[in-house]
C-alpha cells in the first residue's frame, strides 16, 4: 500500500479504548448534568413551591465553590492521581443526588437539603473539572489534543441541547424528583468507564511545599504570560457579558415578545446548535486559517453578531435571535476547544491544576456580578436596554485578545512565553 492509500482511522481517538472510555463517561455526565440544571430547580418549585429567591439560591450554590476551593483545589488536584480525584467526585455526585429522591420517599426533603446537595456537587464539579483538564494531555498525545477536545465538547454540546427536554419529558411522565436519578445515573456510568481506562497515570515527583506557595505558583504562571493571561481577561469579561444576557433570556422572550413557554424552551435549546457546529468546525478552521486566527475569528471576529438578538421581535424578527445566538456560541465553543487543546500541551503537567483553576476562578467569578449587572440594567431602564448593554459588551470583549501577541500570531506557540519573549515558535 502506497503513502497516498493511508487514511486516517474512520473513528479517530474513539478507536482507542482508553479515551473511548473517557468519551462515554463525560457524554454521560454532561448529559445528567444538563437534565439537573432544569430538574432540580423544578423539585424546589413542584415539590416544596420555593420562592424566586431560593431557586436563585441554588443557581449560586453551584457556583459558590469556584470561588470558595477553586485556587486550593487546583494545588491539590496537582498532588494527587488526577484519575482517582475523578472517580472520587463522580461518587460524590452520585450520592448528592440520590440522597433527594430517598429523602423526598421519607417525607423530609427540605429546601435547605437541595442547597446542600447543589454545593455538594459543585463541590465535587471543581475537582473534577480541574482533575480532567490534567489527566486529559497524559492520556492523549499531544497532537490529538485537539480531535480529543473536539470529541468532549461536541458531544457536551449535543447534551446541552438535549438533556432540558429530557428533564421536561423525565418530569412529565415520572416527576422531577424522578429526573434527578438520572442524573445520578450519570455519574456511576462515568465512574465505571473511569475505572475501566487502563492507562496509569505518572505524577511527576516533587518537594511537598505549602499550599500557599503552590497556589502562587499558579497565579505566577498565569499573570505571567500574556497568552494565558489574555484569555483570563477576555474569560471574565465574556462571562460576565453572556451571564447577563442569558439571566434576562426567558423575561426577554415571553415578557417582551410575548412567546409562550414551550416556544421558548425550544429557541433557547436551538442554540446548542451552534456548538454542535462550532465544535466539528473547530480542527478544518484550525487547519486552514491556522490555529491562533481561528481563536481570534471565534471570540473577536463572531462576537459583534450577538448584537442580532437585542433586535429580535415576534414572527420573523424571531429568525435574528436564533442567527445571532448559533453565531456567537458557534465561535465560543470553536476558540474553546482549539485554546483548551494549546492550554493542555502549553502548561507543564506539573502545574495545570494549578492554572486551570486559577482561570476559572476568575472567569466563573464574573457570573454572579454579570446577573446582578443585568437586573440592575433591566430594573432602571428596559430588558432590551439592559441586553443591548450586555451584548455590547461581549463584543467588546474581544478587543482584549488584540491587546495580547495572539494577533501577530497564526498558530498558537509550543512553548512558555514571557513579555519579553513574544516571538513564539508556531506549530508546524
Same mark, same amino acid.
Not at 120 to 146: H, N, Q, W
Not at 318 to 342: D, E, H, K, R, W
Not at 390 to 410: D, E, H, K, V, Y
Given at each position: 500500500?502506497?503513502?497516498?492509500?493511508?487514511?486516517?482511522?474512520?473513528?479517530?481517538?474513539?478507536?482507542?479504548?482508553?479515551?473511548?472510555?473517557?468519551?462515554?463517561?463525560?457524554?454521560?455526565?454532561?448529559?445528567?448534568?444538563?437534565?439537573?440544571?432544569?430538574?432540580?430547580?423544578?423539585?424546589?418549585?413542584?415539590?416544596?413551591?420555593?420562592?424566586?429567591?431560593?431557586?436563585?439560591?441554588?443557581?449560586?450554590?453551584?457556583?459558590?465553590?469556584?470561588?470558595?476551593?477553586?485556587?486550593?483545589?487546583?494545588?491539590?488536584?496537582?498532588?494527587?492521581?488526577?484519575?482517582?480525584?475523578?472517580?472520587?467526585?463522580?461518587?460524590?455526585?452520585?450520592?448528592?443526588?440520590?440522597?433527594?429522591?430517598?429523602?423526598?420517599?421519607?417525607?423530609?426533603?427540605?429546601?435547605?437539603?437541595?442547597?446542600?446537595?447543589?454545593?455538594?456537587?459543585?463541590?465535587?464539579?471543581?475537582?473534577?473539572?480541574?482533575?480532567?483538564?490534567?489527566?486529559?494531555?497524559?492520556?492523549?498525545?499531544?497532537?490529538?489534543?485537539?480531535?480529543?477536545?473536539?470529541?468532549?465538547?461536541?458531544?457536551?454540546?449535543?447534551?446541552?441541547?438535549?438533556?432540558?427536554?429530557?428533564?421536561?419529558?423525565?418530569?412529565?411522565?415520572?416527576?422531577?424528583?424522578?429526573?434527578?436519578?438520572?442524573?445520578?445515573?450519570?455519574?456511576?456510568?462515568?465512574?465505571?468507564?473511569?475505572?475501566?481506562?487502563?492507562?496509569?497515570?505518572?505524577?511527576?515527583?516533587?518537594?511537598?511545599?505549602?499550599?500557599?506557595?503552590?497556589?502562587?505558583?499558579?497565579?505566577?504562571?498565569?499573570?505571567?504570560?500574556?497568552?494565558?493571561?489574555?484569555?483570563?481577561?477576555?474569560?471574565?469579561?465574556?462571562?460576565?457579558?453572556?451571564?447577563?444576557?442569558?439571566?434576562?433570556?426567558?423575561?426577554?422572550?415571553?415578557?417582551?415578545?410575548?412567546?409562550?413557554?414551550?416556544?421558548?424552551?425550544?429557541?433557547?435549546?436551538?442554540?446548542?446548535?451552534?456548538?454542535?457546529?462550532?465544535?466539528?468546525?473547530?480542527?478544518?478552521? @484550525?487547519?486552514?486559517?491556522? $490555529? !491562533?486566527?481561528? %481563536?481570534? &475569528? =471565534?471570540?473577536?471576529? /463572531?462576537?459583534?453578531?450577538? #448584537? *442580532?438578538?437585542?433586535?429580535?421581535?415576534?414572527?420573523?424578527?424571531?429568525?435574528?435571535?436564533?442567527?445571532?445566538?448559533?453565531?456567537?456560541?458557534?465561535?465560543?465553543?470553536?476558540?474553546?476547544?482549539?485554546?483548551?487543546?494549546?492550554?493542555?500541551?502549553?502548561?507543564?503537567?506539573?502545574?495545570?491544576?494549578?492554572?486551570?483553576?486559577?482561570?476559572?476562578?476568575?472567569?466563573?467569578?464574573?457570573?454572579?456580578?454579570?446577573?446582578?449587572?443585568?437586573?440592575?440594567?433591566?430594573? @432602571?431602564?428596559?430588558?432590551? $436596554? !439592559?441586553?443591548? %448593554?450586555? &451584548? =455590547?459588551?461581549?463584543? /467588546?470583549?474581544?478587543?482584549? #485578545? *488584540?491587546?495580547?501577541?495572539?494577533?501577530?500570531?497564526?498558530?498558537?506557540?509550543?512553548?512558555?512565553?514571557?513579555?519579553?519573549?513574544?516571538?513564539?515558535?508556531?506549530?508546524?
Amino acid at each position: 500500500m502506497t503513502t497516498t492509500d493511508v487514511r486516517p482511522p474512520r473513528f479517530g481517538l474513539l478507536r482507542e479504548h482508553d479515551f473511548r472510555m473517557l468519551w462515554i463517561g463525560e457524554s454521560a455526565s454532561s448529559l445528567g448534568s444538563s437534565v439537573t440544571s432544569v430538574a432540580l430547580p423544578l423539585v424546589a418549585v413542584t415539590l416544596l413551591d420555593a420562592s424566586a429567591f431560593a431557586v436563585s439560591v441554588l443557581a449560586a450554590a453551584a457556583w459558590l465553590p469556584w470561588l470558595l476551593i477553586g485556587l486550593p483545589a487546583g494545588a491539590w488536584v496537582d498532588r494527587l492521581p488526577r484519575r482517582r480525584v475523578m472517580l472520587t467526585a463522580d461518587w460524590v455526585s452520585m450520592a448528592a443526588f440520590l440522597s433527594v429522591p430517598a429523602a423526598a420517599l421519607l417525607g423530609v426533603l427540605t429546601v435547605a437539603q437541595l442547597v446542600v446537595v447543589a454545593l455538594a456537587a459543585g463541590t465535587a464539579k471543581v475537582f473534577f473539572a480541574t482533575a480532567y483538564r490534567a489527566y486529559l494531555p497524559s492520556l492523549v498525545r499531544g497532537p490529538d489534543l485537539l480531535e480529543a477536545n473536539v470529541k468532549l465538547q461536541g458531544s457536551e454540546q449535543v447534551a446541552n441541547l438535549a438533556g432540558p427536554g429530557i428533564a421536561g419529558l423525565l418530569a412529565q411522565l415520572f416527576s422531577a424528583v424522578g429526573a434527578l436519578l438520572v442524573d445520578a445515573a450519570s455519574f456511576a456510568v462515568s465512574a465505571l468507564c473511569l475505572m475501566r481506562v487502563k492507562h496509569t497515570e505518572t505524577i511527576e515527583p516533587r518537594p511537598r511545599r505549602r499550599l500557599r506557595a503552590e497556589i502562587r505558583d499558579g497565579l505566577r504562571t498565569v499573570t505571567g504570560d500574556p497568552l494565558l493571561r489574555g484569555n483570563m481577561l477576555y474569560g471574565c469579561s465574556a462571562n460576565l457579558a453572556l451571564t447577563g444576557y442569558q439571566s434576562l433570556l426567558v423575561l426577554f422572550l415571553v415578557g417582551d415578545l410575548g412567546l409562550a413557554p414551550g416556544t421558548t424552551g425550544l429557541l433557547i435549546a436551538a442554540t446548542s446548535v451552534g456548538g454542535v457546529i462550532g465544535a466539528f468546525a473547530a480542527r478544518p478552521l @484550525a487547519a486552514r486559517l491556522g $490555529t !491562533a486566527r481561528a %481563536v481570534l &475569528l =471565534g471570540r473577536t471576529c /463572531l462576537a459583534p453578531a450577538g #448584537l *442580532l438578538i437585542a433586535c429580535a421581535d415576534q414572527g420573523l424578527g424571531l429568525a435574528l435571535y436564533v442567527t445571532g445566538s448559533i453565531v456567537i456560541v458557534g465561535g465560543v465553543v470553536v476558540a474553546n476547544v482549539i485554546f483548551s487543546g494549546f492550554v493542555q500541551s502549553y502548561v507543564p503537567s506539573a502545574l495545570m491544576g494549578r492554572v486551570t483553576t486559577c482561570v476559572q476562578v476568575v472567569n466563573f467569578g464574573a457570573i454572579p456580578l454579570g446577573a446582578l449587572l443585568a437586573g440592575a440594567l433591566a430594573t @432602571a431602564f428596559t430588558v432590551r $436596554t !439592559a441586553l443591548w %448593554v450586555m &451584548l =455590547g459588551l461581549f463584543a /467588546l470583549s474581544g478587543l482584549i #485578545l *488584540l491587546a495580547t501577541p495572539i494577533r501577530r500570531l497564526r498558530d498558537l506557540p509550543t512553548h512558555r512565553m514571557t513579555d519579553r519573549s513574544l516571538a513564539p515558535a508556531t506549530v508546524p
